[in-house]
């Protein structure tokens, strides 16, 4: 029942009457977000790329055990929202009321009942068995759901659910102007003693001091493009992120580039 009252919410959503047509232009709230929720809720492709994803961390985990058979201080840093659990129902709330984040967000986080992402639970307590330190890195608020974040987490199986191994979003400050930049919490956990020996997310601020810029992110990506399924393993996420940002979504943005390099509509 619950899955039928899912997708009549956002169908709902996605037939909303609207602005006119506005040719040329792609917005966040538009039958694209749907889609892109839809997907990430039920299609089984992105069940199939959870399950690849956490598969290859398990291949990972063993090979960088028997590397160091001996080593304690080995550190396996993850995201949480759409790395670890599901958001996509605060998803469909959003699209359904016309609204962007942060509409209904901590509410949404202090219910405590998004789902596990596929293999998530799974491949951490199989990190956990074998010695990794397990710290959890989010942009989630530290002010407003902690608390709430942990007993997610915990009610879901997740192992190491102790407050030192939550470095969630810290309030903005002089000292730390950009706080959702999540470097500095890697270096703490680096300042701790731990070796950060692989990286989850579903954004690549998730491995690295991201930019908001397009080109540069490629740039960055095809730079890096030895780590992807080595150090850093990534989940797919069409909803949000720093990639529509990126390419000016939120505002619309004019689909000429791409039509110039050869795409044309339907």
Not at 241 to 246: F, L
């Amino acid at each position: 029942m619950k899955k039928y009252f899912f997708i009549l919410l956002i169908v709902i959503a996605g037939c909303r009457d609207g602005e006119p047509d506005r040719p040329g232009k792609v917005y966040a709230s538009d039958h694209s977000h749907t889609m892109a929720t839809l997907y990430n809720h039920f299609a089984a492709e992105y069940r199939a790329l959870a399950y690849q994803a956490f598969n290859i961390a398990r291949e990972r985990v063993d090979a960088i055990r028997r590397e160091n058979p001996f080593e304690e201080n080995l550190a396996i840093v993850v995201d949480i929202d759409e790395t670890l659990i599901d958001n996509s129902p605060h998803q469909a709330l959003m699209i359904l009321h016309d609204s962007a984040y942060p509409y209904m967000w901590n509410e949404w986080c202090r219910l405590a009942r998004a789902s596990a992402v596929p293999g998530a639970v799974d491949f951490l307590q199989y990190a956990d068995a074998n010695g990794f330190g397990i710290f959890y890195v989010s942009n989630r608020k530290d002010k407003y759901v902690r608390e709430a974040t942990l007993h997610n987490l915990d009610s879901l199986g997740f192992p190491q659910i102790r407050e030192e191994h939550f470095l969630l979003r810290p309030e903005r400050s002089e000292a730390n102007p950009d706080p959702s930049d999540k470097q500095g919490r890697r270096d703490e956990i680096i300042a701790r003693g731990y070796k950060i020996v692989l990286l989850i997310g579903d954004n690549l601020g998730d491995f690295y001091t991201d930019t908001l810029i397009g080109d540069d992110r490629s740039e960055q990506v095809n730079d890096l493009s030895g780590e992807f399924g080595r150090k850093f393993i990534v989940l797919p996420n069409a909803m949000y992120g720093n990639w529509p940002s990126s390419l000016g979504i939120r505002g619309g943005v004019e689909m000429d580039s791409l039509l110039k390099k050869g795409c044309q509509p339907y």
